[in-house]
Nanobody
Framework: QVQLQESGPGLVKPSQTLSLTCTVSGGSITTNYYYWNWIRQPPGKDLEWMGAIGYSGSTYYNPSLKSRTSISRDTSKNQFTLQLTSVTPEDTALYYC?????????????WGQGTQVTVSS
């Protein structure tokens, strides 16, 4: 059974870059035909899909965040990483990584436990 675990700083200052890593165990991030997603939930708001990296390494981004978001992977470590630049307090959220079965639908079969990120000076 695949397991995902987010890691990264819990506190980031405004204007800095947020970096989070998702470590995957029990399955390879290069296995056809999975997509590896970053999703966040600000306090009191709905889940927001941020972007994904596919089994082939292709990346996909939420248009509203695309200018600030970068997703990459390290296949040797079976990890994928989120970078969000120029953060503001509005980026404060619970950040999740999740495995998806399609890039076109919100169909996730495995989730990390989530990691809280607060943007504050």
């Amino acid at each position: 059974q695949v397991q995902l675990q987010e890691s990264g700083p819990g506190l980031v200052k405004p204007s800095q870059t947020l970096s989070l890593t998702c470590t995957v165990s029990g399955g390879s991030i290069t296995t056809n035909y999975y997509y590896w997603n970053w999703i966040r939930q600000p306090p009191g708001k709905d889940l927001e899909w941020m972007g994904a990296i596919g089994y082939s390494g292709s990346t996909y981004y939420n248009p509203s965040l695309k200018s600030r978001t970068s997703i990459s992977r390290d296949t040797s470590k079976n990890q994928f990483t989120l970078q969000l630049t120029s953060v503001t307090p509005e980026d404060t959220a619970l950040y999740y990584c999740a495995r998806g079965l399609s890039i076109e639908t919100a169909d996730y079969d495995s989730w990390g436990q989530g990691t809280q990120v607060t943007v504050s000076s």
